[in-house]
């Protein structure tokens, strides 16, 4: 079964302070993703990345910068948490190039309950 | 803008009883995932369906694409407390790099 595994279920930080949010993959997938899931809005993307060093940003990266320098992790970067960011983050990959074809089932850690004071 | 919306928003119902989702949209999918998300937990494949027309069953729910792929729904044939969570479809928009979630239904299956 594919795992996706993230750093951390339950996160505490103080406004200012500088969050790394890790995730890991074990299947060797091309594609990975950060979302961040709030009531009544939905899962938004944050950043995505098709390769290794390779970023691309989604539909809020206002705030948040990411990196991979290794093909099985992508990390999120909150550079100056604020109370705003206080959110359910999900990181997924998935192992086919954007509608090549039947497999595009995008794979889910548990996510990481972030909260800003 | 491609949108996939999703019907109804909330649901909540007697064990037991038959329900369905809906997730329309204007534009086509290449294909469609549906999503079953428990509280505190990320989303977790339920299936993918990909030929319009196609009706695909994984135990009590059964999930079926239109014919034109622009929209799919979910049935589940007596519901259990089990089932409850959070439903969402999703699907490639096509000519982009953007995977698209549906706006969700909440499911509360009551014993």
């Known amino acids: 079964d594919v795992k996706v595994t993230q750093s951390s279920r339950y996160l505490v930080k103080r406004t200012g302070e500088k969050v790394f949010l890790e995730c890991v993959q074990d299947?060797?997938?091309?594609?990975m993703f950060w979302y961040r899931q709030d009531p009544g809005l939905g899962l938004r993307l944050i950043y995505f990345?098709?390769?290794?060093?390779?970023?691309e940003k989604g539909d809020i990266p206002e705030g948040y910068s990411v990196s991979r320098e290794k093909k099985e992790r992508f990390s999120l970067i909150l550079e100056s948490a604020s109370t705003n960011q206080t959110s359910m983050y999900l990181c997924?990959?998935?192992?086919?190039?954007?509608?090549?074809?039947?497999?595009?089932?995008?794979?889910f850690g548990p996510g990481t309950r972030l909260t800003v004071l | 803008t491609q949108l996939l919306e999703q019907s109804p928003q909330f649901l909540s119902i007697q064990e037991g009883e038959n329900l369905t989702v809906y997730c329309n949209s204007s534009?086509?999918?290449?294909?469609l995932q549906w999503y079953r998300q428990e509280p505190g937990e990320g989303p977790v494949l339920l299936v993918t369906?990909?030929?319009?027309?196609e009706v695909k069953k994984l135990k009590r729910l059964t999930f079926q694409f239109g014919d034109a792929r622009k929209d799919s729904s979910l049935h589940i044939t007596a519901a259990q407390p089990g089932d409850t969570g959070l439903y969402l479809c999703?699907?490639?928009?096509?000519?982009?790099?953007?995977?698209?979630f549906g706006t969700g239904t909440r499911l509360k299956v009551l014993a």
């Open positions: 997924a990959s998935s192992p086919d190039r954007a509608g090549s074809g039947f497999t595009d089932t995008q794979y």
């Open positions: 299947m060797d997938h091309e594609n």
């Open positions: 990345s098709y390769d290794v060093k390779m970023k």
């Open positions: 534009s086509v999918f290449s294909s």
């Open positions: 369906v990909v030929t319009g027309g």
């Open positions: 999703a699907g490639w928009g096509s000519g982009t790099y953007k995977y698209i």
